[in-house]
């Protein structure tokens, strides 16, 4: 009986495989994008990689965890992007809209960039399982941590992320 249900179960198995095997992962390298944000000015992830960490914040406006984690980026923000680090939030353009996307970015004081993946590309290359997902990479680009919560970055953690 066990044998010839293994047949059936395994495809169904390898077709629901998680995504998060194949998703970017720590010691990977982030995958570049361009586009513009809510306010139409441009984002060029292609420009920033090799020059500066960044934070990618994966959203959507009907998530109230993302909600919870704004003010914890902005105070991250407000605190290393005039030392050189590049914030810019992903709103995953899933059950969304760009005026939904507009309005919660104005509501939660939202004070870095945001990109509204209408196609859901660039939320596919990333494989994302939920929201909020964000991925902090040094400034080459490689992903130093991936997580449903804003990391804790220190002085030394920074010094690390800007290191040639």
Known sequence: MKRRL?????PLFLLLLPSALLAVQQGQQLIPFKGTDLDGRV???YQTIGNKPVMLIFWASWCPSCKTEVPKINQLADKYREKGMEF???NVGYNDSVERAQA???KNDMRY???FDGSG?????YQLL???TI???DKHGVVRFRNYTAPNISEANFAQLMAD
Not at 6 to 10: D, N, R, S, V
């Open 6 to 10: 293994l047949p059936l179960f395994l």
């Open 121 to 125: 590309k660039v939320t596919e290359q």
């Open 130 to 132: 939920g929201v909020p």
């Open 113 to 115: 960039p945001a990109y």
């Open 88 to 90: 810019i939030a992903v």
């Open 43 to 45: 984002i060029d992830l």
């Open 135 to 137: 991925i902090l990479a």
């Open 104 to 106: 919660f970015a104005r």
